[in-house]
Every structure is written in C-alpha cells, then in structure tokens.
C-alpha cells in the first residue's frame, strides 16, 4: 500500500536522480517543453475557430436559410434570401419560434468634431434581432430599439467613440450629411468570435428594399431560432412545396415556365439550413457577412499539434529505455534489498511525471510570451482570460498526467522487469539494437519531420505558382483608392483630377475590380422568348471605358467600350466563359435580354448589345475556377484604380492625398492591388509559415532524441571503440559504425513518409482550380535535408567518441 511517506520518498528519489543525470534531464525537459509550446498554441488557435458565435444563448436552435439556384448550367449557392422570406417561414411553420434578417450596408460618413468618420461595420437588422442572438443591453429597450425608422443602435465602442461614454440614447448621428438616425440603445460589444461585425445596427425599417415581396430577388442573410425540441428534418422536406406556393406566379413571369418544368429540365430553386455555430468554418457563400474560416487548416493543424507532441514523448521513452544499461545496476540492488516491481514503477513513473509537469510549467510560459507573435502569424487576436485559464488549468493537468504515465510507462515496466542477479553479475546490457520499440520510435519522428518537410516545400511551391500565373490583369503598379462614393458627385471629378497628375498612366471607376469581394449577378438570355435553356446566369459588373486599359485585360473580340458612342450605354462586354456558356462562336453583334423590375413592380425586357470579348482573368482565388461575366458600361464609384509610373509614386502618393482632401477631409484609404491579391491567400501563406516553423521544431526536437541516443550508444561502446582505436580503425570507420544504424531507420523514415506526404499534399491542392503537379524531386530534397540533419547529429557524438583516448575506455580492462 502507498503512503504519503512513500509518496515524499518517491518524490526526494526522483529529485535526486534527475539532478544527477543533468544532461538527460534538461534534453526530456527541452523537447517536452518545446511540443507542448508548439500543443498550447495550436489548441487556442483551434477552440479559438471552434467557439464561433457559441456566446449566443440560443446557438444550438439558431439556423441560418441558405438558398441554392440552379439554372440551365449556372450553379450559384448564396448566404441570402429573398425579402418576404422570413416572416413568411414564422407565419406558416409552428416550429419556428422567431426570425430574423440582417444586411449589410455601404460604408457610412460620421462627422465628429469637423472630422469626417467612415465606418465599415454597419448592419441593418429587424428588431427581433435581439430575441434571436444574445446581445445584452447596457442602455435603452431591447423590446423597441429597432421598430421604428431612422433609429440605431451603437456598440459600446461606438458610443464611447462618439458620445465620449455609454449614455448615448436619445441622441442623433448624421450619416453622409443627410441621414439621421436617433440612437435607441447602447449594446456591448459583439464579440470576435462572431461571424458577423457590426458597430451599428440599423432598423430594418429604414431600408426601403426590405418591404419588398419579390421571391425572385436574394440579399438578406435570414435566421430562424427554433422552438426546443423542434422536427428540422420534417421542416426542410417541406421547403420545395413551400418555396412552389409562393415563388410560382414570379417564376413563371420572369421565365415563361410554371415550377413543374422548371424543375424537370434540371434547374432547381432550394433553401437548406445551416447551425449558426458552424457558419464560420463552412465554405464561404455568396452574400456572407464576414469572411468565412476554413475547417481543413482546423484539422491540419491540430494533427501537427498532436503529433508535435508525439514526437516530444517519444523522445522522452527513447531516451529513459536507452539510460537502461546505466540505471540496471540500481534497479538490481534495489530489488536484492527489497523493493517490490509495484514501488520500482512508481518511482520511475513519478521521475517521469516530474519532468513533464516541469516542462507544462516552461511551455505555459513560453506559449503565453509567444502568443503575442503566434496572433500575429495566424491573424488572430487570442488572450489567455480568467474563462482561459478555468478550462485550461484542468486540462493542462491532465495533460501532464496523461503524457507522464504515457511517456514513462514503458522504461517503468522495461527497467523494473530486469532479474537482479543477470544484472549483478554483469550479464545485462541493452545497446541501440537492443529495443525495437526504440527503433520504431526513432522511424516515427522522422516520419512526421518528412512529411512536415515536404508539405512545406509543396505549399511553397503552390504559392509560388499562385504569385506568378497570369491571371488575365495586371495587378502591378496599380493604387486603389477606396470608397470614392463618399465624394458624392466629386467622385467622378476626383477621377478627372487624378488622370492629369503626372506619373499617372490611367485610371477606372468601379466597385467591382478582381481583387475587391463586390459582386453581383443577373440572368441574361439569348432570346426574347427567356427560355431558360438559352439563360447565363453571369456576374454582372458595372464598369466605364477606362477599366480594360487601366487594369492590364485583353480584348480578344470586338472592342472596348467608347465614351464617344452613345449607344454603349446599353453594350456589353463578355468574358470568354461567358461565351462559352452561350455556345457563341463569335458573340459581337450579339443581343442579350435581360429583364429588371422597376420602382413600380413593372417589368421591362432590356436588350444588351455585345461589342467585345475580353480574355479570361481570375478575380476569385484560384480555389475556384473562372466563371462567367458580363461587363456593361456604367457608373459605381466603389473603388478607384490608378496605374502609374513606379518611380513617381513617392511624389504621386500625397499628391492623390491632396486632392482627396481637398473635396473631402480625411477617410482618405488606399491599397495596391499587388497586395489585395496576396491578402487573398493570407490563409495559404499562413499554413505555409506554420508547415515550416513547426516541421523545424519536429526536426529539433527528433534531433535532441537522437543526439540523447547517440551519446548512450557511443557511451554502451567505449570499451568497443577503444578495442577497436587500438587494433588500427580510424576516424572515419568507428563513426560510420556508430551511425550506420542511425542512417538505416532514417531511411526507412523517408520510405514511408514519402507515399502519406503524397497521398496529404494531393488532397489539399485538390481543393484549388488551378494547381502544380507534385514532383519527384521534392522528395528526394526532403529526404536529403532529413537526413543531413540526422547525420549532422549523430556525427556530433560519434566524432567525439571516435576521437577519445582508448587509454580511458579500457583502464578498466
């Protein structure tokens, strides 16, 4: 039975043992400590993604309506839905306990203090928003907040900003001089891990849009709480026949066809739901309200931490089983004077459990001075809080428990198991060849550090790829002026002055540019009769007679758009998947019809002359493939792009300042387009820098085991080598003899990390339209540098023990 004496004695032993083998203590507490760092900082990474919108009462019942459209061969899946949607899904399902629409807005100028404010983060949303999500209350009626027109509701930040504290409700805020809202409610923030950002929240109400009861028209991100206890199933089977009951009569008016033979000529108009807690980690969707995460670098990274900290205890049982020959005699007294196998294992496992809590206590503090930098590579804004540290503690501990007990159970059991008397007599010795669970062990460290490897090198190369592919523009030397909408009617002459700045080569006005998320789409048919057999279902951007030539495309076909021909008003340009969608050959002269409803729900057929054909340019990430669009002429004051001369830029720069405030003091924002395009695959370039800096520390950490294991099988070989020095072998030999077993399981490594690296790094470029082809030679390069480094450790040792005096070694003899 153990005692609390027992207990203290097994605790003093361990100490006492530890600190005598300093040199095998601080190698099992450095890898320890590096694998549970690297752990620690991958699992706040992944609670972080995993804990979505969870702050939500209500989140297990919160579904978001999805809508999905399929028309001739356009598919499109959208996060929005049609305006009358929601109220109608309350009014005709029981099940369904309350609802709610929310919709992004363009940006907003705020003055405060004669400064002119642009906010981003501005939302409408119905009143039942706060029934819905859980957005507590500091000030103000949740109940009446939201009902009436022109009433807002502001973040804590937001009032504090403006009203300089939180008792801001009753007062007014004017957006772009001519829209006042009264504020109704001060809320607290919403949190980060939200797949939404607002600082205002808008009454519905106020946006004219929202009363509409088109079925035909998508744009409002739509959200149903359901009663406990609710049949989802049973409600989504029931969405066809609900959607046919009130979309048919727009359906047939907008294609010519009732719902029966739309759906059985393969189109199809459907609503899903989705879990509010896992929007954030599904694939983004057309209309979403923030940028969506990515489950697969979820799970990739919480393999690397798993086996990041595999890899940290199979040191840990490599190195205890190879100290087996010097810790046998110890282990033979102490059973010849008594102590049973049972004690043995427990002291052994409280030496283990003690270096591993030693090294959680380094990791915590390690992982807490490198979460600011991990934030900043992973773009997050992680801190360790009171709630933190509730989980974490618990964990941490059990953790440590968990790694001890695994980590020392077999040199507990190896070393216990040893007979006293082989081992008093001299018989016992264990060397490298000895264990082949050690052997095994050392195969799987490399294994992971090869893969690690050649995942780095492959995601490099795919970036690399990425960043030179002609994409069909040219993003270089390009500045984007933000939001120019914000100059009202300057705006277009603001464009006017630019083009006369010298270094300016030319400049376009719109919101949709390749690299900017504006998006918009409309169905087009190639006859007046709508068929939708002869439908495209194209993005749609509005652009003027400068974008072509300022953004680097090629016309193909026809030609530009020309200020001087008034009848491009109504002309189009297509890009060539466009026109492969039509079945054109040579599509100019071409007519489009496309059908718009007008303020008074009147429908009018608008024909669209096509007069060019553009090369196909990429202006989604090149996870997806190039999609159909049809460019017409026409005014949307998103975005300016300039092209200029590199060597004016420094004098150019201020100059387009000057100007802007000259119309209009401050909100001046810019970007280069070279630097939007990257931001597009900030998620790649990411996982790329975490595939290397964590394959560097498997490598480090596998190359402290095998350091650890080279000095104890140069150590179980003095005498060997010492024998062997004095009978004539050289340098060279004795190190190639300690290494050669070393090489072998390193090899071994490469062969069966070379096929589970290919088999990974093909299902992750499978998720991009556009890919390299894994080659041979990235193997073969990861192999090579494995095995360098392996060498370069093993060498370390074995030239030290090659080099001894074989005097010292065979004394004894």
């Given at each position: 039975?153990i005692?609390k004496?027992?207990i203290?004695?097994y605790?003093k032993t361990?100490?006492?043992s530890?600190?005598?083998?300093k040199?095998?203590?601080?190698?099992?507490v450095?890898?320890?400590a590096?694998?549970?760092?690297a752990?620690?900082?991958?699992?706040?990474?992944?609670?972080d993604?995993l804990?979505?919108?969870?702050y939500?009462?209500?989140?297990?019942?919160?579904y978001?309506?999805n809508?999905?459209?399929?028309?001739?061969n356009?598919t499109?899946q959208y996060?929005?839905?049609?305006p009358p949607?929601?109220?109608?899904l309350?009014a005709?399902?029981?099940d369904?306990?309350?609802?709610?629409?929310l919709?992004?807005?363009?940006s907003?100028?705020?003055?405060?203090n004669?400064?002119?404010?642009?906010?981003?983060?501005?939302?409408?949303?119905?009143?039942?928003?706060?029934?819905?999500f859980t957005?507590?209350?500091?000030?103000?009626n949740a109940?009446?907040?939201l009902?009436?027109?022109?009433?807002i509701?502001?973040?804590?930040?937001?009032?504090?900003?403006?009203?300089?504290?939180?008792?801001a409700?009753?007062?007014?805020?004017?957006?772009?001089d001519?829209?006042?809202?009264?504020?109704?409610?001060?809320?607290?923030d919403?949190?980060?891990?939200?797949?939404?950002?607002?600082?205002?929240?808008?009454?519905?109400?106020?946006?004219?849009?929202?009363q509409t009861?088109?079925?035909?028209?998508s744009?409002?991100?739509?959200?149903?709480?359901?009663?406990k206890?609710?049949d989802?199933?049973?409600?989504?089977?029931?969405?066809?026949?609900?959607?046919?009951?009130y979309s048919?009569?727009?359906?047939?008016?907008?294609?010519?066809?009732?719902y029966?033979?739309?759906?059985?000529?393969?189109?199809y108009?459907?609503l899903?739901?989705?879990?509010?807690?896992?929007i954030?980690?599904?694939?983004?969707?057309?209309?979403?309200?923030?940028k969506?995460g990515?489950i697969?670098y979820?799970y990739i990274?919480?393999?690397?931490a798993?086996?990041?900290?595999?890899?940290a205890c199979?040191?840990?049982?490599?190195?205890?089983t190879?100290?087996?020959?010097?810790?046998a005699?110890?282990?033979?007294?102490?059973k010849?004077?008594?102590?049973?196998?049972?004690?043995?294992?427990?002291?052994?496992?409280?030496?283990?459990?003690?270096?591993?809590?030693?090294a959680a206590?380094?990791?915590?503090?390690a992982a807490?001075?490198?979460?600011?930098?991990?934030n900043?590579?992973?773009?997050?804004e992680?801190?360790?809080t009171?709630q933190t540290?509730?989980w974490?503690?618990?964990?941490l501990?059990?953790?440590?428990?968990?790694?001890g007990?695994?980590?020392g159970?077999y040199?507990?059991?190896?070393?216990?198991g040893f007979?006293?008397v082989q081992?008093?007599?001299g018989?016992?010795?264990?060397?490298?060849?000895g264990?082949w669970?050690?052997?095994l062990?050392?195969?799987f460290?490399?294994?992971?550090?090869?893969?690690?490897?050649?995942?780095?090198i492959?995601?490099?190369?795919?970036l690399?790829?990425?960043?030179?592919?002609?994409?069909?523009?040219?993003?270089?030397?390009?500045?984007?002026v933000?939001k120019?909408?914000?100059?009202?009617?300057?705006?277009?002459?603001?464009?006017q002055?630019v083009?006369?700045l010298?270094?300016?080569?030319n400049?376009?006005?719109s919101?949709?540019?390749?690299?900017?998320?504006?998006?918009?789409t409309?169905?087009?048919y190639?006859?007046?009769?709508q068929?939708?057999?002869n439908?495209?279902?194209?993005?749609v951007w509005?652009?003027d007679n400068?974008?072509?030539?300022?953004?680097g495309?090629?016309i193909?076909?026809?030609?530009?758009?020309?200020a001087?021909l008034?009848?491009?008003?109504?002309?189009?340009i297509?890009?060539e998947?466009a026109?492969?969608?039509?079945?054109?050959?040579?599509p100019?002269?071409?007519?489009?019809?496309?059908?718009?409803?007008?303020?008074q729900?009147i429908?009018?057929?608008?024909?669209y002359?096509?007069?060019?054909v553009?090369?196909?340019?990429?202006?989604?990430?090149?996870?997806e493939?190039i999609?159909?669009v049809?460019?017409?002429?026409?005014?949307?004051?998103g975005?300016?792009?300039?092209?200029?001369?590199?060597?004016?830029l420094?004098?150019?720069?201020?100059q387009?300042e000057?100007?802007?405030n000259?119309?209009?003091?401050?909100n001046?924002?810019?970007?280069f387009?070279?630097a939007?395009f990257?931001?597009?695959?900030?998620a790649?370039?990411r996982?790329g820098?975490i595939?290397?800096i964590?394959?560097?520390?498997?490598?480090?950490?596998?190359?402290?085991g095998?350091?650890?294991?080279?000095a104890?099988?140069?150590?179980?070989?003095?005498k060997e080598?010492g024998?062997?020095?004095v009978?004539?072998?050289?340098?060279?030999?004795?190190?190639?003899?300690?290494?050669?077993n070393?090489?072998?399981?390193v090899?071994?490594?490469?062969?069966?990390?070379?096929?589970?690296?290919?088999?990974?790094?093909?299902?992750?470029?499978l998720d991009?339209?556009?890919?390299?082809?894994?080659?041979w030679?990235?193997?073969?390069?990861?192999?090579?540098?494995?095995?360098?480094?392996?060498?370069i450790?093993?060498?370390?040792?074995s030239?030290?023990?090659?080099?001894?005096?074989?005097?010292r070694?065979?004394r004894?003899?």
């Open positions: 039975m005692n004496a027992m203290r004695n605790i361990a100490y006492r530890l600190k005598k083998n040199g095998f203590t601080a190698l099992n450095l890898g320890l590096l694998g549970l760092t752990f620690l900082l991958i699992v706040l990474y992944v609670v993604e804990s979505y919108d969870r939500n009462t209500n989140a297990d019942r919160i978001r309506v809508e999905d459209l399929k028309l001739g356009n499109v996060a929005v839905c049609m949607l929601a109220q109608t309350k005709d399902f029981p369904i306990e309350n609802v709610v629409r919709k992004k807005a363009d907003f100028r705020i003055k405060k004669g400064q002119t404010i642009l906010e981003d983060n501005v939302i409408y949303a119905d009143p039942s928003i706060f029934d819905v957005l507590p209350i500091i000030s103000g109940h009446t907040a009902k009436e027109p022109n009433s509701v502001l973040t804590e930040s937001s009032a504090k900003k403006y009203f300089n504290g939180i008792n409700v009753g007062q007014t805020l004017t957006f772009n001519d829209k006042t809202y009264k504020v109704t409610a001060v809320i607290h919403i949190p980060k891990q939200s797949h939404f950002k607002a600082d205002f929240l808008i009454s519905m109400s106020s946006f004219a849009d929202a009861l088109q079925w035909l028209r744009n409002y991100n739509t959200y149903v709480l359901f009663k206890g609710a989802l199933q049973k409600l989504q089977a029931a969405f066809p026949a609900f959607l046919r009951k048919t009569s727009e359906l047939e008016k907008a294609l010519h066809l009732n029966e033979q739309f759906e059985k000529s393969g189109s108009f459907r899903n739901l989705i879990k509010l807690t896992g954030h980690l599904s694939p983004s969707l057309s209309g979403e309200l923030d969506n990515n697969q979820v990274f919480s393999i690397i798993l086996f990041t900290l595999l890899i199979v040191n840990f049982m490599n190195l205890s190879a100290r087996s020959s010097s810790r005699r110890e282990v033979g007294v102490r010849v004077l008594g102590s049973s196998r049972q004690h043995l294992i427990a002291q052994f496992l409280t030496e283990s459990v003690m270096v591993t809590l030693v206590v380094i990791a915590c503090g807490i001075i490198l979460l600011p930098a991990f900043n590579l992973a773009r997050k992680i801190a360790v009171t540290i509730t974490m503690l618990p964990a501990l059990g953790i440590v428990l968990f790694i007990v695994l980590a159970s040199p507990a059991f190896f070393l216990s007979q006293p081992v008093l007599k018989k016992f010795s264990t060397g490298f060849k264990s669970l050690r052997n062990l050392v195969v460290q490399f294994f992971v550090s090869i893969v690690l490897i050649i995942g780095t492959i995601v490099y190369n795919q690399n790829y990425i960043q030179n592919r002609d994409l069909g523009y040219n993003r270089n030397q390009v500045m984007v933000k120019p909408f914000v100059l009202g009617k300057q705006a277009g002459v603001f464009k002055m083009k006369q010298p270094g300016v080569i400049a376009t006005t919101g949709f540019l390749p690299t900017s998320t504006n998006r918009n409309s169905i087009f190639k006859e007046a009769t068929d939708q057999k439908a495209i279902f194209p993005q509005y652009v400068d974008y072509i030539n300022t953004l495309m090629k193909v076909g026809g030609r530009d758009f020309s001087q008034t009848t491009d008003s109504m002309a189009v297509l890009n998947t026109v492969k969608f039509l079945g054109y050959h040579d100019v002269g071409k007519i489009l019809y496309k059908s718009e409803v007008d303020a729900n429908t009018h057929l608008l024909q002359h096509v007069v060019g553009v090369k196909d340019f990429n202006f989604t990430s090149l996870h493939g999609k159909p049809t460019m017409i002429l026409g005014r949307d004051d975005n300016l792009a300039i092209r200029f001369n590199a060597a004016s420094p004098v150019l720069l201020p387009i000057a100007i802007w000259k119309l209009s003091p401050g001046f924002e810019y970007s387009m070279n939007d990257e931001y597009t695959y900030r790649e370039q996982t820098l595939f290397m964590f394959a560097i520390l498997a490598i480090v950490i596998a190359c402290l095998l350091f650890g294991l080279a104890y099988a140069a150590e179980q070989r003095t080598i024998i062997r020095k009978l004539g072998a050289g340098v060279y030999t004795i190190v190639a003899m300690l290494s050669k070393f090489v072998k399981l090899l071994v490594s490469i062969v069966i990390a070379t096929p589970v690296a290919w088999f990974m790094m093909q299902g992750w470029l991009f339209a556009y890919r390299i082809s894994i080659q030679w990235v193997f073969v390069a990861a192999g090579f540098i494995a095995l360098f480094i392996a060498v450790t093993i060498s370390f040792q030239v030290r023990a090659a080099v001894a005096n074989p005097v070694s065979l004894s003899e």
